[in-house]
């Protein structure tokens, strides 16, 4: 059966004090510490531009610039616990041997990016000693995972993106329990991810919809007691 796996995003934490909040966070019972790779930011006339010259060509896979292998690989050096890597960029492929070699444990990447060389990719996350996943958006209908979970090599943990990636402190999209279901009802020990708007008032409906590997960075960080919020999304996961 699948087990809950609390994964504070760390996106919500205070990246001047990693280790410090990273440690925090175990010591609190997270299981894995979640870290959101995005690529770079760009100027508002390339939002409208860009997109339509270069769909998904250009490196910017969302608005916003975060954190890349280096930070990974200097965090990596004062905890031993699993690093659960979302990767949201254009090229995910460019970043394998980067994230490997920084100490990543799970690499997760968006399936709207790697339509022709997915198989490729988990191989390539697979030999490298990492953890491989697959990532939708929420306008991504949940059946161009399927090939992924049933590939020859297929990806170990499907994440659902239960708001439009980017940032956090967005507001949790209940419709995306359609894609947990579903996939919960195909795949009984598949890990399923959810990430974006979960904590203690959205978490009855992930845990019912079937999710187990729970994503949640405002919900935690912003808390008077994040243990208390990690016990109970852990406990609602478990029921
Ligand atoms: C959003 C990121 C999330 C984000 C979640 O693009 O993938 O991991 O940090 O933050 P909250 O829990 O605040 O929605
Ligand atoms: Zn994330």
């Known amino acids: 059966a699948v087990s809950p796996k609390i994964a504070p995003s760390m996106l919500s934490s205070d990246f001047a004090n990693l280790a410090a ?72 492929m460019d970043y394998v041997e980067g994230m490997a070699k920084a100490g990543a444990s799970g690499f997760t990447f968006h399936v709207e990016v790697a339509k022709e060389n997915w198989q490729e990719l988990v191989e390539k996350i697979k030999s490298s000693g990492m953890r491989p996943g697959v990532a939708l958006k929420p306008g991504t209908p949940v059946e161009e ?40 009802h195909k795949y009984p020990t598949l890990d399923i991810e959810v990430d974006g708007g979960l904590g203690p008032s959205t978490i009855d409906a992930a845990a019912a919809a079937g999710a187990n590997c729970i994503v949640a960075g405002s919900s935690v960080f912003g808390a008077p007691e994040p243990g208390d919020v990690i016990s109970l999304l852990r406990a609602t996961v478990e029921k």
């Open 145 to 184: 995972v399927y090939p992924l979970v049933e590939g020859k090599t297929p990806v170990e943990m499907v994440l659902v993106m239960t708001v439009e990636p980017g940032f956090g402190g967005q507001k949790f999209m209940p419709n995306m329990m359609d894609k947990v279901r579903a996939l919960r």
């Open 21 to 92: 909040e990273a440690k925090r966070m175990i010591d609190l019972g997270a299981n894995w510490l979640h870290m959101d790779i995005m690529d770079c930011t760009k100027p508002l006339a390339c939002f409208i531009l860009t997109p339509l010259l270069f769909p998904l060509q250009d490196g910017h896979f969302v608005p916003n610039l975060t954190i890349g292998a280096p930070v990974i690989k200097s965090l990596r050096k004062h905890t031993n616990a699993y690093l659960d890597c979302h990767l949201m960029v254009t090229n995910p």
